[in-house]
């Protein structure tokens, strides 16, 4: 390359990188500019003037405008100076440029920037306004949202622009709703136009738009009242129905947890007519097994928290089952046929039970952690689901299939149905009734163990926790059928949404209560429950 071409590429990479200097400097001066007369309005100390200044802020945007916004809110923006000038209280009562963030050498005097309800109001619409731009969707929709709330008019030119821009149909939603919002309240626009807005407001359906409609001014036109009515009364009878399926869900997950706890209880009732009030006490074994699990997995493994679940229902169905076996071998094989001395036995045994989880564990409540795939919340429509209880019907689920096809299609479970229909005729074909009835009886154990897994999420882990549900359970496997297990699934469901569904209409006691005689009465009419099991012996 000739000296002559090295010095004309010289030049021309001078001549750009002076370009490129220029075009800086010429933008921070029109940025500079830009909110220069909303700086100078700041220090006026008025309110119309600050309210004015926020939002030519929100339009302006330059990048200083939102910690001017946050320093206003925050109460560190102050004035002061000839000619006054804005300026940001730092840490140690520094003053730093509003546009650098830079302390300045000659601080005067200064006073704080006024700030009341009006304007606090017009803070939160700045700050939204800003918003509306962030790259993040999340930060958008919620900067929409605050825009709603404060139905500010000066924030509709950003509003506008912004959503002029969006792609993402949440944040489009949140942003419609918001303009409405705005626009409905707006004095000087025609009928026309406030009934558009009411239309878009009761497309949402939720409550946020309820609450808009019901702030409809009472100077506005009759037609647009029409149309705000008959927008509310659509609203609430969408929301009433999605209230229902809410309470439904709440109910079908009640039924879940219903079914865990009992499902083992009908084996072990079904099987060996035995009244086993420590059943509860086996659900909170599982749920301490799974409290020192978890504790192990923080002290030694950290990293194996998201599973600390899927290792404790293994462990804890071991644990509960074995001491199933040692309870029926030591002391319930001396009882059978003899109903009273049973359940007074096992009442005994769940107060030993309890006892004991105090004496080792103390008798407050102990933190067992969600991992993370069981936290948090999705929506469908309007109906809220966590993901924790989500997995807890599944859960149930997987554990109502897998016991069902032990007992349909292993060995343990045919001598446990032949046991359960005839036991002199099982005993005579040479099935060992009383091995059938300790394996019946830890099997039941091990699976109220799994439930206590389950249950540690959304009750509390204390030696009380399975008086909160051996009742419900009885209550269950009676009203389902004693022994069939289909019944204890259909029974869990049915009085898990019952009580959901009466819950609202009669309170929380007075709908268990309630509930509670509904099922006496029928178990008048069927003593055996919904589904009765059949055998010589059941039905002699």
């Excluded at 509003?159 to 709703?177: F, G, I, P």
């Excluded at 807890?392 to 046991?419: D, H, N, Q, S």
């Excluded at 509670?516 to 055996?528: A, C, E, G, M, T």
Aim: proline share 3%.
């Amino acid at each position: 390359m000739t000296s002559r071409a090295r010095l004309s590429r010289l030049a021309r990479v001078l001549c750009a990188a002076l370009a490129l200097l220029f075009a800086a400097a010429l933008i921070e001066r029109v940025e500079a500019q830009d909110i220069s007369a909303p700086l100078a309005q700041l220090t006026t100390n008025k309110y119309d003037d600050t309210e004015a200044a926020l939002g030519a802020l929100a339009l302006s945007g330059s990048s200083a405008a939102a910690g001017i916004v946050s320093a206003l809110a925050d109460g560190k923006l102050v004035f002061g100076g000839t000619p006054p000038r804005v300026f940001i209280e730092g840490a140690g009562g520094a003053l730093l440029d509003p546009l650098t963030m830079q302390a300045v050498a000659d601080a005067p005097a200064v006073k704080p920037v006024r700030v009341n309800n009006r304007i606090r109001r017009a803070i939160d619409a700045a700050s939204g306004a800003l918003s509306l731009v962030s790259p993040d969707a999340a930060k958008r929709r919620e900067a929409a949202l605050a825009v709603g709330r404060s139905r500010d008019e000066a924030a509709l030119p950003a509003l506008d622009a912004a959503l002029a821009k969006e792609t993402d149909l949440k944040v489009k939603s949140a942003m419609n709703l918001a303009r409405a919002s705005i626009l409905i309240g707006k004095e000087g626009i025609t009928p026309a136009e406030r009934i558009a807005a009411v239309d878009l407001v009761g497309a949402e359906g939720n409550q946020d738009a309820l609450a808009i409609l019901r702030s409809v001014p009472e100077s506005a036109a009759p037609e647009v009242k029409q149309a705000a009515a008959a927008a509310i009364e659509s609203i609430e009878r969408n929301l009433a129905m999605w209230g229902m399926a809410q309470n439904l869900w709440y109910g079908l997950s009640l039924g879940s947890v219903l079914l865990l706890a009992a499902i083992g209880l009908a084996i072990t009732f079904g099987v060996m007519g035995v009244i086993n009030m420590a059943h509860g006490e086996m659900v909170m074994l599982g749920a301490y097994t799974t409290f020192v699990v978890q504790e192990v997995i923080r002290t030694s493994y950290p990293g194996l928290f998201d599973a600390s679940l899927l290792i404790a229902i293994p462990l804890a169905f071991v644990f509960t089952g074995l001491i199933g076996v040692l309870i029926e071998r030591t002391v319930i094989r001396f009882l059978y046929g003899r109903a009273l001395e049973t359940l007074l036995a096992t009442w005994g045994i769940s107060l030993i039970l309890q006892q004991a989880i105090r004496t080792i564990f103390g008798p407050t409540n102990r933190e067992v952690g969600a991992p993370s795939w069981m936290s948090g919340t999705f929506d469908v429509g309007h109906l809220a689901i966590t993901y924790g209880r989500l997995w807890i019907i599944i859960f149930a689920l997987m554990v109502f299939f897998a016991l069902l096809a032990t007992l349909r299609l292993t060995r343990i479970g045919l001598e446990m149905r032949a046991v359960t229909q005839n036991r002199r005729m099982a005993a005579s074909m040479g099935i060992r009734t009383n091995w059938v009835d300790a394996m019946t009886f830890g099997l039941g154990s091990g699976i109220a163990g799994m439930a206590g897994v389950a249950l540690s999420q959304i009750d509390n882990v204390s030696p009380n926790l399975g008086q909160s549900y051996i009742i419900d359970s009885f209550l269950v496997v009676v009203f389902g059928g004693v022994g069939n297990l289909w019944g204890t699934l259909v029974g869990a469901m049915t009085l898990g949404v019952a009580n959901k569904l009466l819950e609202p209409y009669a309170g929380a006691v007075l709908g268990k209560i309630a509930l509670l005689v509904i099922v006496i009465l029928f178990i008048q009419k069927r003593p055996r429950g919904l589904f009765a099991l059949k055998g010589r012996s059941i039905e002699a």
